[in-house]
């Protein structure tokens, strides 16, 4: 209705608009068109129109720029990935292991958007266990990319971007291990950041591989993404990784930037996503930047050191499901959670850990090495998201290591653990999203946001918002 | 790299995963995709690299030593599939020796 969290608090302060009707928006939208979308697992009804009503009758008795400097997420109707644990609202992972499993405690994120003025009303979809790159793991059903419900909205986080492309929510959060943040963003035409590894409090995300693991935003545009951002960012006390005193880099200013595009990442890639990102590369020439091709030669060995390393953490961090404290027995884990599980086993296993395990994580810090060698010399790093835009539903499916490769392109970033911004930039000529992936050096973040911002503001880019109407043909 | 062979029985064992024959062959078949692939790791000199530990440099980070709430007793079994008077059930472990 209003695109973006930033309008729609231009409109509260206008007093333009009630949170109450807002949520109901929204639900009737969930409720008249997420049949054909399936982006949503459980929804937030009631609790979510009264803590609306509170909010309403907040702003009727107080000046409403004092509400907003209390409540800095004021008016900002959000899901959740089904990763996050919601106190007393169910929390599944996607999975058939915790179908039924209602969380005692909240994480660290849902607990500072709820304390920031932001309002849930659901948990969306996603692979199981955050386990792939379609949506189609998942072991409920599969969410379909609402710009054409023949295609996968992209994975793991598919119903976050399914629902936010859709306007059924104007924010989400997911999770990025390995693009799954990023990926399903590109697909579906949204804002997605895979953050710093370790600026974003994990605590009460069901944990996946940690070693990669982050969370973060999926908005419409670029400023939802920064508020978002800022507002969940930094210590908690219960996140090994977030420490005290984090310094994100102010970025301000228009100083001309040396971006890199690696060659690696470019030497396959074709037709409308390769156009696309040669079109990026040309807008931010026009604004002042050098954009130059570099070179990451080990980052081509990203995706086989990443599916040596998830895997055996993934076997670790599954172990604890035994459906005696919680959830339901190993048996109802889903065919990829087992593939995983058996893989991981196996690079751990007695005879293999060396070969395997160690090798993987002396390439890694090979990669690692590259990565901050050529922040030496570059300040940005500018690449496809993925080999293709999205793709349709069950061409990967039976094979896995095809669905595998589409993350190709998104590993580097969680391999090193730099922050990865997907934008959108315009439709492919058969109306589906295209975008490209800009990353920066540990805590650059403000950086990409700026340089997005104002790419996007020189290509006039307006929120991409899939078409509803079309769903009813 | 030693050469590949997934012993798929003893894996699941491992895993504590339960595999039907069919899974069973299904799983090896993509494995062995999956583990050909990743040997394109054996094309890469590591030889005097270390591994890295973390991609933050990582800081002790202590809270205040003060007693904090946990979760009570309830909250704690209220997921629980099986208990019996406020403690969790759980299958068999040790067998009664001697005892018929």
Redesign the interface.
Known sequence: MFGSILNVQKEIVKKNIKLQDLVIHYFSLIEQYDNKINSFLTLNKQNSINKAEYFDNLLEKTNSEDVIAKYPLIGTVFNLKDLFLTKGIRTTAGSKVLEN?????NSTVYEKLINSGAILIGKVNCDAWAHGSSGENSDFFATKNPWNLGYVPGGSSSGSAASVAAGFSLASFGTDTCGSIRLPANYCGCVGLKP???IISRYGVIAMAS?FDTVGPIASTVDDVKILFENVSG?D?KD?????GLSIRKYTGNKPLKIGIPKEFTEKLEGEVFDELMFTKGVLEKLGHKVKTVSLP?TK?A???Y??IQPAEV?SNL?RFD?????????Y?G?EA??R??????VL?S??YE??Y?????????I?GEMMDLFGDIDLILAPVAPTKAFKLNEKVND??KM?LSDIYAATAN???IPSLAIPTRLSTDGLPLGVQLMGP?YSENLLFDVARKFHKEIEFKNMNADLKKLEI | MKKYSMNIDYLSKLANISLTSYEKVKISVQLRDVVKFIDNLNEVNSENVSVLPSSVTLINIFRDDAVEEGLNQNESLNAASEKIDNYFKVQQILKNRGVK
Do not use: E, Q, W
């Open positions: 499993y209602i969380p005692p405690y710093t590894y370790g070693s210590y006390g090994a990784n977030v420490g005290k080990h060995y995706i086989s050191v599916y040596i076997s172990g459906g005696i404290r919680y959830g339901y027995s190993r048996d884990f065919m087992k593939r599980i058996i893989l991981g086993t196996f296993s005879g293999y070969a395997y160690l090798k993987a994580a002396k390439v890694r810090n090979i690692y896995p290591l595998y391999l090193t653990g540990k």
